[in-house]
T-cell receptor, first 113, second 112 residues
Framework: DGGITQSPKYLFRKEGQNVTLSCEQN?????MYWYRQDPGQGLRLIYY???????QKGDIAEGYSVSREKKESFPLTVTSAQKNPTAFYLC????????????FGSGTRLTVV | AQSVSQHNHHVILSEAASLELGCNYS??????LFWYVQYPGQHLQLLLK??????LVKGIKGFEAEFIKSKFSFNLRKPSVQWSDTAEYFC??????????FGQGTTLQVKP
């Protein structure tokens, strides 16, 4: 059963702590993406990776970091430098060049307490 | 700069009413256009997409969209909405090799 697995579904973090969100895919897609979804702002791109061991900043990369050591995995770390981390985070994949659209995971809702 | 803009943030319709959600984009060169839907508590799903050819594209669940190049628009339409169409709708655009850029989203509420 192919798909994208994001974990955990809900995550609570204390201010000042780093936290890592997991995204795993078994679709054999080359490209992976992290978006942040906030009400009234749509989805904004944080980071993306088109091949293993390479990634680029999106529109709102400050306070986030990623790695792409394996094709299947693209974890996102929300650092303490991110000023407003409470949000819904979506991972997506695409098959090479973006002519087919993206496949999305079910998301992780991060709340800073 | 590349951007996507959705005109309506919140739309309320009665069942059987017709739907049109506006989407405008700002892109240089070749553009691919998409509409995604997010039903409450579910994943984002692709409704339809346009790459080239016939500017009127048909998607799932009776939705269609028309690409009007001169107006930089890709509006989503459905002749008769159902209560089950209640969801958030996102327009998105990309170049062939670039990342997907989303509009702000439109929340559609259909009253039974």
């Amino acid at each position: 059963d192919g798909g994208i697995t994001q974990s955990p579904k809900y995550l609570f973090r204390k201010e000042g702590q780093n936290v890592t969100l997991s995204c795993e895919q078994n679709l054999n897609h080359d490209a992976m993406y992290w978006y942040r979804q906030d009400p009234g702002q749509g989805l904004r791109l944080i980071y993306y990776s088109q091949i293993v061991n390479d990634f680029q900043k999106g529109d709102i990369a400050e306070g986030y970091s990623v790695s792409r050591e394996k094709k299947e995995s693209f974890p996102l770390t929300v650092t303490s430098a991110q000023k407003n981390p409470t949000a819904f985070y979506l991972c997506a994949t695409s098959l090479g060049a973006n002519v087919y659209g993206y496949t999305f995971g079910s998301g992780t809702r991060l709340t800073v307490v | 700069a590349q951007s996507v803009s959705q005109h309506n943030h919140h739309v309320i319709l009665s069942e059987a009413a017709s739907l049109e959600l506006g989407c405008n984009y700002s892109y240089g060169g070749t553009v691919n256009l998409f509409w995604y839907v997010q039903y409450p508590g579910q994943h984002l799903q692709l409704l339809l997409k346009y790459f080239s050819g016939d500017p009127l594209v048909k998607g799932i669940k009776g939705f269609e969209a028309e690409f009007i190049k001169s107006k930089f628009s890709f509006n989503l339409r459905k002749p008769s909405v159902q209560w089950s169409d209640t969801a958030e709708y996102f327009c998105a655009a990309s170049s062939n090799t670039g990342k997907l850029i989303f509009g702000q989203g439109t929340t559609l509420q259909v009253k039974p």
